[in-house]
């Protein structure tokens, strides 16, 4: 096995392209507007995809913490983490974007959040009004921020991609005629200086692949999971591995990996960079099974 204190050799992560620079700016220029902000985060590494540079720009303002995901997250890390952030005085959210009644969940929070501003705002004034909730939805670049406006404003309002940063500018979309949402570029802080974060950001699809050595990536997320006892049963049923098999190099392990899935050249060798990209498909994809990086 790789040794757990060995940082990652080959993937070092400096991707902050200039629509982010523009879209922090224009974060804090609309801060103001905002009553309430919703975080997305990826229920595989709620720390790790928790951009610190939207923790300081949000400051005193209510917050929404929306675990998306969390279909192909660890059950019992999902309680976890959905208690830590309760104790953090937040509310959270548990979703998966594509069921509809997790959407209803965050838009009944946005409704309950915006009704008490607007009634501590306006207790002792006699004025009738119909508020309208100003609600800023930020979160890391993939981590599913672009379908859930669109579940939540209930048509195609923002641009939807399976890969980091398709949305490239701020717009504000309206809903059910009193929810105003501020929808903006994903936003990844300047320098991941903490490579094992940007592993784990890199293992869930939420940086891009072109910029990752996809073997090193690989062989990480292999160790992460023979390291697991819960997650090393998964690893060993997907792949179809014998228990000896782990007793092998983690770069043995993913060419034992390659030889079942055909991943042949020229000679009988292993493709290994084919064998690495068929992982990690499969482990961004949930398909080896109910995984969370962030161990709480």
Same mark, same amino acid.
């Given at each position: 096995m =790789? /040794?757990?204190?060995?940082? %990652?050799t080959?993937?070092?992560?400096? $991707?902050y ?17 905002i009553?309430i &902000? ?7 590494i ?5 951009n ?6 949000k400051?005193?303002?209510? !917050?929404i913490?929306?675990? /998306? #995901?969390?279909? =192909? ?6 309680l976890k $983490? +959905?208690?830590?952030?309760e ?9 998966c974007?594509?069921? *509809?009644? /997790? ?8 409704? #309950? ?9 306006? !207790? *002792?004034?006699? &004025?009738?009004?119909r ?5 800023? =939805? &930020? ?10 406006? *669109?579940?939540?404003a ?8 399976n ?8 717009? $504000?979309?309206?809903?059910?005629? *009193?929810?105003?949402?501020? @929808?903006?570029?994903?936003?990844? $802080? ?12 890199a %293992?869930?699809?939420?940086? #891009?692949? !072109?910029i990752?050595?996809?073997e090193?990536?690989?062989?990480r997320?292999? @160790?992460? %999971?023979?390291?697991?006892s819960?997650? #090393?049963?998964?690893?060993?049923? +997907? ?10 190099? &983690? ?20 493709d290994? !960079?084919?064998?690495?990209n068929?992982f990690?498909? @499969?482990f ?10 962030d161990? =709480?």
């Amino acid at each position: 096995m =790789i /040794n757990n204190n060995e940082k %990652l050799t080959k993937v070092g992560i400096n $991707w902050y392209p200039g629509h982010m620079v523009k879209a922090q700016n224009e974060i804090k220029e609309n801060l103001k507007l905002i009553d309430i &902000v919703v975080e997305v985060l990826d229920a595989r590494i709620p720390f790790s995809s928790r951009n610190p540079l939207i923790t300081d720009l949000k400051k005193d303002k209510p !917050e929404i913490v929306v675990l /998306n #995901k969390s279909d =192909i997250s660890d059950k019992d890390q999902n309680l976890k $983490w +959905k208690k830590y952030f309760e104790e953090q005085g937040n509310t959270c959210i548990l979703t998966c974007a594509n069921i *509809n009644d /997790n959407i209803k969940k965050i838009i009944e929070e946005i409704n #309950k959040k915006g009704k008490e501003i607007y009634d501590k705002k306006y !207790e *002792n004034k006699s &004025v009738n009004i119909r508020p309208i909730y100003r609600v800023l =939805i &930020v979160g890391i670049p993939n981590v599913g921020k672009s379908t859930i406006i *669109n579940k939540i404003a209930n048509r195609q309002a923002a641009n939807v991609g399976n890969k980091p940063g398709v949305t490239k500018k701020k717009q $504000w979309i309206r809903v059910n005629g *009193n929810i105003d949402l501020l @929808d903006t570029p994903g936003l990844l $802080w300047p320098r991941l200086d903490d490579k094992d974060v940007g592993l784990k950001l890199a %293992l869930t699809g939420n940086i #891009k692949q !072109e910029i990752l050595d996809v073997e090193e990536l690989a062989v990480r997320g292999i @160790d992460f %999971l023979i390291s697991n006892s819960c997650y #090393k049963e998964m690893f060993i049923q +997907k792949y179809k591995l014998d228990l000896s098999d782990l007793d092998n190099n &983690v770069y043995d392990i993913l060419e034992v990996i390659g030889r079942k899935r055909g991943c042949l050249v020229s000679g009988g060798k292993i493709d290994l !960079e084919k064998a690495a990209n068929i992982f990690f498909e @499969d482990f961004k994809s949930g398909k080896i099974g109910r995984i969370t990086l962030d161990i =709480i």
